[in-house]
């Protein structure tokens, strides 16, 4: 299928997001995986909402990264991202290149873009991911694990509250953030309440 129709949706759920500088790590819970997208690819799978199209994605990653994004590119992030099984899978039947093979996107995007082609490089060993963000392994209750690591309960966490209303078990911080502010578990918020898309406390 083409994907003139196509509005890709991020994963969301079995899965725990480290943010760093210039890339983003997202482990695979189900798979005991991991992946490092560089900025171009992070920046793109965060743009997919279920309701943006190629061409609207194109032009969100331009104005981020303050450069011209081609449709290509995109389609370049988002043939990865679905290999990888980083998109919600009720789309795997898109081609987002158009019938191009890879080398001739690349071929077509050209060496004149002054943005980095995206790139997600999967990570040899599940245990890197950990070791980057500080991770202990899960269950490790002598040494919590601090924000954003995986969780199987509360004990775990270093804050001891192991947020499960949205996606993956993960630690997080014990609520003091006002409504409006991001959330992934009620217990981040001063309300106690994570709610809506995208989930803020409210």
């Not at 061409?55 to 011209?68: C, D, Q, R």
């Not at 077509?108 to 873009?113: E, H």
């Not at 995206?118 to 060993?125: D, F, G, K, N, T």
Request: proline fraction near 4%; glycine fraction near 6%; charged fraction near 20%.
């Amino acid at each position: 299928m083409s994907n003139n129709n196509a509005k890709p949706e991020s994963r969301k759920n079995d899965i725990v997001i480290q943010e760093l500088e210039d890339e983003v790590l997202v482990y695979d819970l189900l798979k005991n995986k991991a992946f490092c997208l560089n900025k171009t690819s992070a920046v793109i799978w965060q743009l997919c909402d279920g309701k943006k199209s190629i061409e609207e994605i194109a032009y969100a990653t331009g104005k981020k990264l303050n450069s011209t994004v081609s449709d290509e590119m995109v389609g370049l992030a988002l043939e990865q991202l679905n290999k990888d099984e980083l998109l919600e899978s009720n789309q795997n039947s898109f081609s987002y290149l158009n019938g191009l093979s890879r080398r001739e996107a690349i071929r077509k995007i050209g060496f004149t873009s002054l943005v980095a082609l995206p790139i997600v490089s999967s990570l040899v060993a599940p245990s890197a991911l950990h070791a980057a963000s500080g991770c202990p392994d899960p269950n490790n209750n002598i040494n919590a694990s601090p924000n954003n690591c995986p969780c199987n309960g509360a004990d775990d966490c270093a804050s001891t509250c192991c947020g499960t209303d949205s996606g993956p078990r993960i630690c997080v911080s014990v609520g003091a953030d006002l409504a409006g502010s991001a959330c992934r578990a009620g217990c981040e918020c001063a309300s106690g309440t994570c709610s809506g898309t995208p989930r803020t406390c409210t």
